[in-house]
């Protein structure tokens, strides 16, 4: 499949450097290598930036709230940042955070978890499940409307929130949304699209076996749907999903395995392949198109549930793909 040329300048970029063995890398030395100041677009203006502390099962837990320029009592956005549960956090993804809180005039609280390896699974979960707890409980503190919540992520982000989303379901939080950007979905990492884009597309498949290394205590682990999402056998009752998956990337087949499962489950699934785009691109703003393009999409969605009004693509019984350019996952008919 033909990259996006923007994307393509990207991969080539990434290609002309020289190769890192992660083997030879500790975890918080390849953190503090990729903690630095953002290349991409820093997203929308918003009214006010907020960093808070909360109580979390390890210790304090930090959160940051992003408040839209709108006014009222708002719904509620809960993001949870990827990185592959060892690197990354509040500051690499505020631009998504600024955008979705902006365009969907949602209060949106992004969360700085636990990583690995120095606090491995569940304590990500554990974080994600506080977070939202404290959240349904004190939205009204913020001036946050409980009943009007979803839930958002990225990556290893995007499981962290289906993850939570079951957990909500299990312990009568109503989700309006679930809103899940290429996510984490199996921490097997034995997909077709895992040997399809193994190398060559920025995130290989050797750096997310390396992050599930890092994140899980064995691999025996990867059978518990609270690291792997796509075994939990009883999906039904979740809330409406919107699933953006890349064409290009390792974990473009999870994702939209997830979303037939919710289907089948009888969730409503909004699910995209979005073409020539590769892991990550969402973040990518100022540099590729698609990017801005997928955010105001997700805020119209995050919009439309806060609304109570479901769009037909993410109807249960209408075509399991929004395509707007976008190709049909397979299976997907």
């Known amino acids: 499949m033909p990259l996006d040329p923007q994307v393509q300048a990207i991969?080539?970029?990434?290609?002309?450097?020289?190769?890192?063995?992660l083997s030879a890398i500790p975890a918080a030395i390849f953190r503090a290598a990729m903690d630095k100041p953002s290349v991409y677009a820093p997203g929308d203006e918003v009214?006010?930036?907020?960093?808070?502390?909360?109580?979390?099962?390890?210790?304090?837990?930090?959160i940051r709230i992003y408040r839209p320029k709108a006014s009222g009592r708002l719904p509620v956005t809960l993001y949870f940042h990827g990185g592959g549960f060892v690197i990354c956090g509040l500051d690499t993804h505020d631009n998504i955070c600024r955008c979705l809180a902006q365009r969907a005039e949602t209060l949106v609280v992004s969360?700085?978890?636990?990583?690995?390896?120095?606090?491995?699974?569940?304590?990500?979960?554990?974080?994600?499940?506080?977070?939202?707890?404290?959240?349904?409980?004190?939205?009204?503190?913020?001036?946050?409307?409980?009943?009007?919540?979803?839930?958002?992520?990225?990556?290893?982000?995007?499981n962290l929130a289906t993850v939570t989303a079951q957990w909500a379901q299990q312990h009568g939080i109503e989700l309006r949304h679930q809103l899940l950007f290429y996510p984490v979905t199996d921490c097997t990492a034995s997909s077709a699209s895992y040997r399809e884009f193994a190398e060559g597309y920025v995130l290989t498949a050797e750096m997310m076996r390396w992050f599930i290394g890092h994140?899980?205590?064995?691999?025996?682990?990867?059978?518990?749907?609270?690291?792997?999402?796509?075994?939990?056998?009883?999906?039904?009752?979740?809330a409406p999903a919107t699933i953006f998956t890349a064409a290009c990337d390792p974990l473009r087949d999870?994702?939209?395995?997830?979303?037939?499962?919710?289907r089948k489950a009888g969730v409503a699934v909004?699910?995209?392949?979005?073409?020539?785009?590769?892991?990550?691109?969402?973040?990518?703003?100022?540099?590729?198109?698609?990017?801005?393009?997928?955010?105001?999409?997700a805020a119209n969605v995050l919009t439309?549930?806060?609304?109570?009004?479901?769009?037909?693509?993410?109807?249960?019984?209408?075509?399991?793909?929004?395509?707007s350019g976008r190709g049909t996952p397979d299976g997907l008919h």
Not at 11 to 21: E, Q
């Open 11 to 21: 991969v080539d970029a990434y290609a002309a450097m020289p190769k890192v063995d």
């Open 215 to 238: 994140y899980l205590p064995d691999m025996q682990s990867a059978d518990d749907p609270r690291a792997s999402p796509l075994r939990q056998p009883d999906l039904g009752g979740l």
């Open 111 to 158: 969360v700085d978890y636990r990583l690995a390896p120095e606090a491995k699974f569940p304590a990500a979960v554990e974080d994600a499940c506080a977070a939202l707890q404290w959240l349904h409980t004190h939205a009204a503190d913020i001036d946050g409307d409980a009943t009007r919540m979803a839930i958002a992520g990225d990556s290893a982000g995007g």
């Open 254 to 262: 999870e994702g939209e395995a997830y979303g037939l499962a919710l």
């Open 270 to 297: 909004n699910l995209q392949r979005w073409p020539g785009q590769i892991h990550g691109f969402i973040s990518m703003l100022g540099v590729i198109s698609a990017a801005d393009q997928a955010l105001t999409e």
């Open 47 to 62: 009214a006010q930036i907020e960093n808070r502390e909360i109580p979390g099962p390890g210790g304090v837990l930090r």
């Open 304 to 323: 439309a549930a806060f609304s109570g009004v479901a769009s037909a693509a993410s109807h249960p019984m209408k075509a399991a793909i929004h395509h």
